[in-house]
């Protein structure tokens, strides 16, 4: 039998339809500031694709552009103005950024309690200590994925295939704390085909088209597979071969349509989390 697809559209739809909903109750509109900085065609399209998200379900975003040529100094001055900006609840710098410019110092000048895409130190932290607040927008679509799929991930022997601060660690982490038993792959692990055969839930986010293929997948594994690359022709494919896992996986995620709308939906969640605790709400912060 095939594996079933997880529907990350439809699990995405249900998400952004229920932070809509919490946000009309909440009588306010929370608001969000998007930095781009310069003019990779990729980043533009995710710029407008988040903008536009988010104004579907009443979050007031703001789009700053910065030319290519802006130095480290005038955007974290900019980073500056937006953390002292009542309005604004959060705060996301498009990765990646031109080369003049380090990404860390970036991301540790944002305030923690707008940092939306939960890469600050502060919530690296808290998430690693077992009390997330801001939780990376990747991972948490990941695990409500395999929630909304019924994966029993207690117990469960699960392989996180990359390291990044972005997707690979933090969700080794929401696996731990979900009480699994994790193993974290990356570019130095000898045998990755023999770690992926012992898996029962196999994340791929090695940002490698079709890394994992058919013959590493064990019967009945959950796939989650978080790559995206453009093939020349046009298509996209993931960090797993799709025709490959389909008559051996119990269930996958197509790519797209997988965790790539979980990712944006998140962040809109991630921002009405944001916005209230700012006000004071009683919730995770
Ligand atoms: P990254 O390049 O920062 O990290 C890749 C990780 O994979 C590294 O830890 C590296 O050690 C490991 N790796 C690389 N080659 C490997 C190999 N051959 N075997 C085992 N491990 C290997 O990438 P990232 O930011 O974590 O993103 C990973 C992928 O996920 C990319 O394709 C990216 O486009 C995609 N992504 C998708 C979404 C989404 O919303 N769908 C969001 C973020 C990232």
């Known amino acids: 039998m095939p594996a079933r697809i997880i529907d990350g559209r439809a699990l995405a739809a249900a998400l952004n339809a229920e932070t809509a909903h919490r946000i009309e109750a909440g009588r306010f509109h929370p608001g969000l500031a998007v930095v781009l900085v310069g003019d990779d065609p990729a ?30 100094t005038a955007l974290l001055a900019r980073i500056a103005a937006l953390n002292a900006d009542p309005v604004i609840d959060g705060i ?30 502060v919530n690296a932290g808290r998430l690693f200590m077992g009390r997330p607040f801001l939780v990376p927008c990747t991972p948490l679509g990941v695990m409500k994925l395999l929630a909304a799929a019924d994966v029993s991930v207690s117990g469960a022997r699960a392989l996180v295939i990359g390291r990044s601060n972005l997707v690979g660690r933090p969700l080794a982490a929401l696996l731990t704390a979900a009480d699994a038993t994790v ?22 986010a090695a940002g490698r088209p079709e890394l994992v293929r058919g013959d590493w ?22 960090d797993v071969a799709f025709a490959e896992a389909l008559p051996v996986a119990a269930s996958i995620t197509p790519v797209p349509g997988g965790v790539g709308p979980m990712t944006t939906a998140c962040l809109l969640e991630n921002t009405l989390t944001a916005a209230l605790a700012r006000r004071g709400h009683p919730g995770k912060g």
């Not at 193993?183 to 791929?204: F, G, K, M, N, P």
């Not at 594994?221 to 020349?232: E, F, N, P, S, T």
């Open 43 to 72: 980043s533009a399209i995710y710029v407008r694709n988040k903008d536009r998200a988010a104004r579907a379900v009443g979050i007031e975003a703001r789009t700053i552009r910065l030319p290519a040529d802006t130095s480290e």
């Open 92 to 121: 996301l710098v498009q990765l990646p950024l031109p080369p003049q410019i380090r990404p860390q110092a970036v991301i540790e000048a944002i305030d923690p309690a707008k940092d939306v895409d939960g890469l600050s130190p």
């Open 183 to 204: 193993t974290v792959a990356h570019s130095r692990t000898r045998d990755l085909a023999a770690e992926c055969r012992r898996a029962e839930i196999l994340v791929a």
């Open 217 to 238: 997948i064990a019967s009945e594994a959950v796939v989650i597979d978080v790559g995206i690359h453009r093939q020349k022709g046009g298509g996209l494919v993931g």
